[in-house]
């Protein structure tokens, strides 16, 4: 159980590093330059991936299944207050990235829904075991979503700082 | 530049994970998402012009 909660995690979090790579895609080929809350929600993101990073390096624990909830949950709240910006809007507001009929915030906001989803039926799922002593060596599944997600939080400090020169 | 320290900041923890270091990772995690709310709150309240 504790290894198909694992690779579970691993999967969640190439699923997560796809996500922010297509955001990178959406600002640097089709040139949507990203707002404060789009950063903010892929801080939440990357939150939810690290935690989940977490679980795979030193084992599932409750601790981990709690930080990736607090950071899916600030991601959601981001996303909805997006949304409702939009059904309310005013002349500041940003323009909606529309993506097969649904803005980009309303992805995110599905997207931390279905994390959110995934982590609770993997906590309905688990079941206290012996705890590792000594943090696991990764294998080669969950070893390519850490490069991933790490390459990833490097690109966007590169972006967040792009945003701010241009 | 918050947003890039922020985005440092979680670069910092993936780099404490790799190392082995479970409870100053989760502490950095739990730090920058509250850092993040605040942040949050301050950008509603500059774009919506109220007192949140």
């Known amino acids: 159980m504790n290894e198909f909660a694992r690779n579970v995690n691993a999967a ?40 989940e990073l977490l679980n795979l390096k030193f084992g599932v624990r409750t601790e981990h299944y709690a930080l990736s909830y607090l950071s ?24 909606p990235m529309v993506v097969f009929g649904l803005g980009l915030y309303t992805w995110a906001f599905i997207v931390f829904v279905c994390a959110i989803l995934a982590n609770s039926i993997l906590l309905f799922l688990y079941k206290p075991q012996v705890r590792m002593k000594r943090p696991a ?11 991933l997600i790490s390459l990833i939080t ?13 | 530049m918050m947003m890039a320290m922020l985005f440092l900041i979680f670069f910092v923890a993936m780099v404490l994970i790799a190392i082995g270091w479970r409870i100053p990772a989760m502490i950095v995690i739990a ?12 950008h509603m ?5 109220i007192n949140l």
């Open chain 1, 12 to 51: 969640i979090v190439l699923v997560i590093a796809g996500v922010l790579f297509g955001s990178i895609f959406v600002e640097f080929y089709m040139g949507v330059k990203p707002c404060p809350l789009c950063f903010l929600q892929k801080l939440a993101m990357i939150g939810f991936a690290a935690s």
């Open chain 1, 72 to 95: 899916a949950l600030f991601g959601s709240a981001v996303s909805i207050s997006q949304i409702l910006l939009h059904i309310c809007p005013n002349p500041d507001m940003y323009p």
């Open chain 1, 137 to 147: 060596k990764l294998g080669t599944f969950p070893m390519i979503a850490f490069i």
């Open chain 1, 154 to 166: 490097l690109a966007n400090i590169f972006d967040a700082v792009y945003d701010l020169l241009i």
């Open chain 2, 31 to 42: 730090i920058n998402m509250v850092i993040s709310f605040f942040i949050f709150l301050q």
């Open chain 2, 45 to 49: 309240q500059t774009q919506l012009n």
